[in-house]
């Protein structure tokens, strides 16, 4: 499939420079049902059915499968929105120098949706029953924490042996087989006001709540155990003379393994509960939202499929594991043989020196066919 797909390179840039420069930030809803509209074309030229799930205010969604498929046992899951603002693709469009190409969204993940497409495109043209045993999910939300996509992603997961995930391999190459798992949570604090040079007696400063409240959740960090809580982001006070009313924190949680999110849930709660500060009213909002992909027994046994396929075709496959959160936490957590970083190769996501290590895009794209073709036949 490596002549077929190299007879494509030019074809796949062509298309890889049509995505890139479409805004297709997650907020920006016609610029990603653009997105999904040229690859439903695409998809469905292929012979897939395309199904549309339209969202109100997010990209829509969309489910595709091979026409007549009854049993497919893979899921690829893919994500077409990116963190730029409207604009982006304007001030710095597609571009190529040397053996790297720049834009915005090019590696996370615009090139991966091309790699997906042209592995079942080489996939056809080789060994078309290979087609019939994925499914794909291409989802609009995932930047922001896959709200809408999620129970579409867990609908479609539901029974399959495999996950390919299809967020960029790291710059060294490597798969990405653990993440961590994630949560946020916000504070909002309430006292009372008062002239801290008149009446300060009269105050209740919400400040003073919050400091207790950041102190207590920061102890909860055990980074022997893989668990960090931290407070990123405050806000509160009216000013500097004035006893605060009001104060939130922001909070964002990391756990290493599942059984960490009941009882790091539980402790932020049981630290919210009751205030330091006697008249203060606190309220609690959030959660842990993405549970941690675990590298198990599983994801080994897929990980030695690829590093075969890998081997034959003279690339060598590592793996890592990486604090940042996707979409492989959901179908990981559900038990669902899983792997990600199944994309072309580059780095400085979510900068504007994100870039793609172009002659990647075609190999990465035959080993992702190849390893198609592999677990079609398990
Ligand atoms: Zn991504």
């Known amino acids: ?113 091309v790699s997906l497409l042209y592995a079942l495109k080489a996939l056809k043209e080789n060994n078309q029953g290979a087609l019939e045993k994925i499914q794909i999910v291409l989802n609009g939300d995932e930047e922001i924490g896959s709200h809408t996509s999620r129970p579409i992603i867990e609908k479609f997961a539901e029974g399959k042996k495999y996950a390919l995930i299809m967020e960029p391999a790291r710059k060294d190459g490597s798969l990405v087989t653990a993440r961590r798992g994630a949560g946020r949570y916000s504070v909002y604090v309430t006292g009372k006001a008062a002239h801290s040079g008149i009446e300060p007696q009269n105050g209740i400063s919400a400040i003073e709540e919050i400091a207790h409240k950041i102190i207590k959740l920061h102890a909860l960090t055990n980074h022997e155990d893989g668990i960090s809580v931290s407070v990123g982001l405050i806000e509160g006070g009216e000013s500097v003379n004035t006893i605060a009313p009001s104060a939130a924190a922001h909070v964002d949680v990391r756990i290493t393994y599942a059984e960490q999110a009941e009882v790091i849930d539980r402790k932020v709660r049981e630290i919210c509960a009751s205030s330091d500060v006697a008249g203060t009213t606190i309220k609690l909002e959030g959660g842990i939202n993405r549970p941690p992909m675990v590298k198990n027994e599983q994801t080994i046994q897929f990980l030695e499929i690829i590093k075969e396929t890998g081997e034959e075709l ?63 036949n398990k």
């Open 1 to 113: 499939m490596k002549e077929f797909l190299q007879t494509k390179q030019t074809e796949m840039l062509s298309l890889l420079e049509k995505l890139v420069n479409i805004d297709s930030g997650s907020h920006h809803k016609k610029g990603i049902d653009e997105v999904g509209g040229i690859l439903k074309e695409a998809y469905e030229e292929l012979g897939f059915a395309v199904d549309v799930i339209e969202e109100a205010e997010n990209g829509n969604n969309m489910v595709i499968t091979y026409h007549g498929s009854e049993n497919p046992t893979m899921l690829a899951v893919a994500h077409m929105d990116t963190v730029f603002r409207i604009g982006t693709a304007s001030e710095r469009p597609f571009t190529i120098e040397g053996d790297r190409a720049y834009g915005p969204g090019v590696i996370d993940m615009k090139a991966s949706q």
């Open 314 to 376: 003279g690339i060598k496959i590592t793996d890592v594991a990486t604090g940042g959160g996707s979409d492989a936490s959901f179908t990981s957590a559900m038990g669902v043989s899983t792997i990600d970083g199944l994309g072309p190769v580059g780095g400085n996501a979510h900068s504007v020196d994100e870039y793609l290590e172009v002659p990647t895009l075609v190999e990465r794209t035959s080993l992702l066919a190849e390893v198609i073709r592999k677990l079609a």
